[in-house]
């Protein structure tokens, strides 16, 4: 069964529906059956309030501290809201574990918040509140609140185990709290119900360990009313009531309006130290001519351009691409590509260039062969080539007994050939491909509306399309998609449906990943420089059925969408984003769907759409 999400509430007369109000209205629909009442411009529901304040009273009557000794661990546990926590350990940063037990103080004058943040370094959310950790526990009550971190994966998505593994993970979390452990199952999950999004906010009561609230990603004045009202309530004192969210443009909170303005153009792209004509301008000259020059094909008729058109927001507008064949993926844009930390859906090159080698000889794309790329580099581009590569000038290519006119690894043609002539193939090869990697280096896109507004134009926006960021927040989406391209580049279980001919499940990068270790160029005597150090998850199959996350700048031009290009419409990607993916069970997909990912109420799908002409991207290509 499915559980429907959280309603998300639409903005009227300069109030928003928070995400907690929304988090609890869910929250109440499920406890209490009762969500008529339109929520807009109520402070968070005063009946669950209620019903927490009540499960306090009851557990201070059920006193867990009799004749001044603490009771044992309480028995009848289990991880909901008004429950009893079980008493987990969790590794710990630095060694040992993290014990809930050893946290039990049934008999301590005062009751102490356990604040429990459920964290990811993938997630944009989560960094916004990492990075604000200095003011996660309300001023004064620092000896009342002890917080945190349950760290569920690094930043590529890749679950985070022990504590080896956090000690590798927290320089990507940034800022955390003093305690950080590992909880790569996400055992708070079931507390949230429909609405799991990170960063994921637990509040327990230490003198009776039960579970006294629940908040995903809140604003920081809602957090910060929250945990002050529990200790007041623990205290049996009338809690304060809810502090006012501050709003940008009466619209955004802080917390929202700061993502929002991290979601600006992207500036250069980072440098990439394995390429030394990366940013070299003849090259970038160079790869443009080579990237739409279909003689490089041995039949005349594909380049990289027949899938990447620059007409097509370099993308090409078909469901799966077709070159010499039709494939079983979707083309994504090349836009931006030069921003991410891995290429492909599935992660198997993590470099431009080590991407490019893939095509050329891919039967299906372009159908060459490195032999028949060298030999044209030769006869069309000799001279510019050798003043880009001065120091290393073009083999003889020309003597057609040393070199063949076609050929790659496993003919017989490119078996016989002197090792050192394969080697220096291999090298033009490689070459010809860092050449492309320097042109697609410099295409960008021009900035939008969406820039102008988070560069302070309020005007920039309509009413709908701030209502579609809005949701595309208290949705979850902003977990995945951030920053300038709006992408975390990390890997993701969604259960988007295959594009594979055969109809099979595609794997994506439990496979993709993989190869990225054994491919043939991803090795120092083609690199200029050192790799990125990629670290993968003990069994792969984790990541079966996970795909990078798209950027979505420029999306407008890259319909039909996903890995199988099967989801024609934004509207089509957010009614799958609404049933939280695939059912179970359903052949086309593989794995099962992460628990962050959003399930929404249908009504509030239609409100994304807007956003489709948010994340235009007009081509700005020199
Ligand atoms: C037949 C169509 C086709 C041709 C020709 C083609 N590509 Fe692609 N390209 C694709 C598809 C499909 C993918 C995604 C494949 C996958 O993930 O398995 C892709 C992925 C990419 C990516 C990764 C982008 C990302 O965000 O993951 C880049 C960069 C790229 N291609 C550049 C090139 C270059 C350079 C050439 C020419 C050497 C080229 N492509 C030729 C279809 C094509
Ligand atoms: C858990 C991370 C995650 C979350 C949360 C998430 N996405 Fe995605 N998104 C992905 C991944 C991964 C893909 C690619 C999936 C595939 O093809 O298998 C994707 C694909 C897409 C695409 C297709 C883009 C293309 O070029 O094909 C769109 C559009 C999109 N997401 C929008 C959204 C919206 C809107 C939301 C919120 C309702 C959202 N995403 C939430 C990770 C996420």
């Avoid at 008999?107 to 944009?124: D, E, H, Q, V, Y």
């Avoid at 007409?311 to 507008?317: E, N, R, S």
């Avoid at 496993?410 to 860092?434: I, L, S, T």
């Avoid at 920053?483 to 993701?492: C, M, V």
Wanted: aromatic share 8%; with cysteine; net charge negative.
């Amino acid at each position: 069964m499915k559980i429907e999400g959280p309603r998300v509430v639409r903005r009227r007369g300069g109030k928003v529906a928070s995400s907690i109000t929304s988090g609890l209205m869910f929250l109440g629909a499920a406890l209490y059956g009762a969500c008529s009442s339109d929520p807009v411009g109520q402070t968070p529901d005063a009946s669950v309030d209620a019903a927490a304040s009540d499960a306090g009273k009851d557990a201070t009557k059920t006193s867990l501290c009799i004749d001044g000794k603490p009771s044992p661990y309480p028995t009848d546990t289990k991880i909901d809201l008004f429950a009893t926590m079980p008493p987990l350990e969790f590794p710990k940063l630095g060694g040992g574990t993290y014990a809930l037990a050893s946290k039990f103080e049934p008999c301590a004058p005062r009751s102490k918040i356990l604040l429990f943040r459920t964290t990811a370094a993938f997630c944009g959310t989560c960094l916004w509140s990492q990075n604000h950790t200095a003011d996660v526990i309300p001023k004064g009550l620092e000896d009342r609140v002890e917080l945190v971190d349950l760290v569920v994966s690094d930043k590529n998505n890749v679950l985070v185990q022990t504590s080896d593994d956090l000690a590798r993970v927290e320089a990507e979390l940034g800022p955390h709290a003093a305690t950080v452990a590992a909880d790569p199952a996400y055992r708070f999950q079931s507390v949230g119900l429909g609405d799991r999004r990170l960063p994921f906010f637990v509040l327990v009561d230490s003198r009776t360990m039960l579970v006294r609230r629940f908040v995903p990603d809140p604003e920081p004045e809602t957090l910060d009313s929250m945990v002050r009202r529990e200790v007041a309530m623990l205290d049996g004192n009338v809690p304060p009531p809810f502090a006012d969210v501050k709003y940008v443009d009466e619209f955004f909170p802080t917390n929202h309006f700061d993502m929002l303005k991290e979601m600006t153009l992207p500036g250069a792209p980072p440098k990439d130290p394995t390429n030394a004509v990366a940013d070299s301008p003849l090259a970038a000259a160079l790869g443009k001519d080579i990237f739409s020059d279909t003689r490089l094909a041995p039949n005349g008729a594909v380049a990289c351009a027949t899938c990447h058109a620059q007409d097509k927001g370099f993308a090409d507008a078909k469901a799966r691409a077709v070159g010499v064949a039709e494939g079983d993926r979707n083309s994504p844009s090349i836009l931006y590509a030069s921003h991410s930390r891995f290429q492909f859906w599935d992660g198997r090159a993590d470099t431009l260039w080590l991407q490019a080698t893939g095509p050329f000889e891919n039967p299906i794309e372009v159908g060459s062969n490195r032999l028949f790329v060298a030999h044209k580099i030769y006869a069309l581009y000799k001279d510019r080539y050798e003043a880009i590569f001065p120091t290393s000038p073009l083999p003889p290519l020309n003597d057609g007994a040393r070199f063949p006119a076609n050929g790659k690894p496993g003919d017989a043609a490119w078996d016989a050939m002197a090792p050192a002539d394969q080697a220096a193939v291999n090298q033009v090869f490689v070459r010809v491909a860092k050449v492309l990697e320097a042109f697609e280096r410099t295409l960008s896109a021009k900035g939008n509306q969406l820039d102008r507004y988070v560069g302070g134009d309020f005007s920039a926006l309509t009413e709908d399309q701030k209502q579609g960021l809005h949701i595309f927040f208290t949705a979850g989406c902003a977990q995945c998609h951030y920053g300038p391209r709006l992408t975390d580049d990390a890997f993701h279980n969604i259960r988007f449906p295959t594009g594979r001919r055969d109809g099979k499940p595609d794997l994506g990068a439990s496979v993709g990943l993989a190869q990225l270790f054994t491919h043939e160029f991803r090795k120092p005597e083609y690199a200029d420089g050192a790799f990125q150090s990629v670290f993968l998850p003990k069994d792969m199959k984790e990541l079966e059925g996970a795909f990078r996350t798209p950027q979505l700048r420029g999306m407008t031009a890259t319909a039909p969408y996903g890995h199988g290009g099967n989801l024609a419409t934004l509207d089509d990607v957010a009614k799958h984003y609404g049933l939280a993916g695939l059912e179970e069970g359903d052949p086309r997909t593989i794995g099962k769907s992460e628990p962050w990912v959003p399930n929404f109420v249908d009504e509030h799908r239609r409100e994304l759409v807007p956003l489709l002409e948010l994340f235009k991207g007009e081509l700005v290509v020199p």
